[in-house]
């Protein structure tokens, strides 16, 4: 299993010049926690990744600081640059950026840097919610002797 694979292939994006407030009611629509910031890809097609915006961007930047969100851009509070994960990545390197990077989602990008789709944590512990436990089994001693000794 890889990062594309597992990731959700249909997600929310926006732009950069987009209003804040239009990006909230996008989140509030879709149901979700972040969108991705992009921007065209150029003659290539597709969308390249430039930023990601949380609903707790939002919260800290906005509310906290008791700005007017209707004066500000996605931009404004967005993150830039934000860690992203190849589609043929294992979930365990996933998993290691996202912690490095102490993010909850992370996009997925194919071999020419286009999003292809967005890894969450809930989506990778499903996965292994769904699968069956590792089960050890014990060493037998008398197993372990009789190999030591020798023919």
Known sequence: ????????????????????????????????????VVEAAGPMGGERVIGM???????????ARQADPRNMLVSDVMTHHPVTVPANSTLDDALQRMRSAGVRRIPVLDERDR??????????????????PFVVSPFRRDRRADQSRGP
């Open 1 to 36: 299993m890889n990062a594309f694979e597992l990731c959700q292939r249909h997600v929310v994006t926006v732009r950069r010049h987009e209003e804040l407030t239009t990006a909230a009611w996008m989140m509030r629509e879709r149901n979700v926690g972040c969108l991705v």
């Open 53 to 63: 915006l949380t609903d707790r961007e939002i919260v800290t930047a906005v509310i």
């Open 115 to 132: 999003l292809v789709g967005i890894l969450a944590l809930d989506d990778i512990f499903e996965f292994m919610a769904s699968r069956p």
